[in-house]
């Protein structure tokens, strides 16, 4: 079992840039594949990033390429999502989601362990 910890969101103007964390416990953390999902009020969870086990693949929603990077680290167990000009579209609630499937999705359900999120909120 996995338990993951998001962290760094918060409330940023148009074109500001965050970093969000999440960090997982346990020692297996390199045997996931990692992902960051978002939900804002009245829409469904949606895919934003992954990043294969050991980081050489990664695969990103088309609202967020070139503005968002995802990475991690698995000697501290931690997966990274990198906002970059961030938009007040980009405002919703950010999950951290760990998969064992050794393929990368974009599907909620190929995903089998949550974080309990992190709000990140961009003002116009």
């Known amino acids: 079992q996995v338990q993951l910890v998001e962290s760094g969101g918060g409330l940023v103007q148009a074109g500001d840039s965050l970093r969000l964390s999440c960090a997982a416990s346990g020692r297996t953390f390199s045997t996931y594949a990692m992902g960051w999902f978002r939900q804002s009020p009245g829409n469904e969870r949606e895919f934003v990033a992954a990043?294969?086990?050991?980081?050489?693949?990664?695969d990103y929603a088309d609202s967020v390429k070139g503005r968002f990077t995802i990475s991690r680290d698995n000697a501290k167990n931690t997966v990274y999502l990198q906002m970059n000009s961030l938009k007040p579209e980009d405002t919703a609630v950010y999950y951290c989601?760990?998969?064992?499937?050794?393929?990368?999705?974009?599907?909620?359900?190929?995903?089998?362990?949550w974080g309990q999120g992190t709000q990140v909120t961009v003002s116009s």
């Open positions: 990043i294969s086990r050991r980081g050489l693949n990664r």
């Open positions: 989601a760990a998969s064992k499937s050794v393929i990368l999705t974009p599907t909620r359900d190929g995903y089998d362990y």
